[in-house]
């Protein structure tokens, strides 16, 4: 897969996904990831690429011929049109099923916004949809193409060691993960439950599905709305809310 981060600050996001399993997947060659920076295609002399917004107002506005020049150049040698995602508060909230569509794509290009965004036009006229990591404003989108960028490598053949550690972790099938523990088995006076030293392998599993469970309950309860759940997982979740009724 490519993924090409158009942005500003190529330095800041060569900074973090050089890193960890990210970088080791880049080197490896289970992703090409390039950070184009927008400033090197703007036709202003004094290197802007920025401008006052049309009609007043605080801030400036990202000019739209910059932007889409960067863009035509990651097009030219593309086998097809690359798909564009604009990193923007606007956008519809990043979920995990979103992940594992846009990681399914052979090209991803990501747009970060700055000041206070891009002409109206780019997003007309290029834009193939807005993602948004979460209902909160950052200075720039910078942050959230590298949190985007993070989970689709995860969801890449290769880049996680199997596909059962992905299928393990919160979110992947709507459950947020079960507790986990390491050595010593006791610490500050608390012990590892009984069941993880068993090496019972099927009361493991058991117990942490149960888990997983208990916690989506007690903490996202929303997730469990859309989650993939059996009808005996149905049935522990009633327990649990018959439970909770009786104590409140």
Known sequence: MQIDIMTLFPEMCEAVLSESIIGRARERGFVDIRCVNIRDFT??????VDDAPY????????QAQPIYDCYQSLCENAEE??????MSPQGKTLTQE?????AKLPHLV????????????ILDEIVDEEISIGDYVLTGGELPAMVLADAVCRMLDGVLPNDEAKSLESHYNGL??????TRPPVWHGVSVPDVLLSGHHENIEK???EQS???TFLRRPDLLETAELSEKDRKFLKTLKDEQEKEE
């Open 98 to 102: 979103k992940v594992k569509s846009l």
């Open 55 to 62: 009609g007043g107002g605080m801030g400036m506005l990202m």
């Open 213 to 215: 469970l208990l916690r």
């Open 110 to 121: 990501l747009l970060c916004g700055h000041y206070e965004g891009v002409d109206e036009r």
């Open 207 to 209: 117990w942490r599905h």
């Open 81 to 86: 049109r690359p798909h564009l995602v604009y």
């Open 43 to 48: 036709a202003d002399k004094h290197n802007r």
């Open 176 to 181: 947020l993960e079960y507790p986990q523990y």
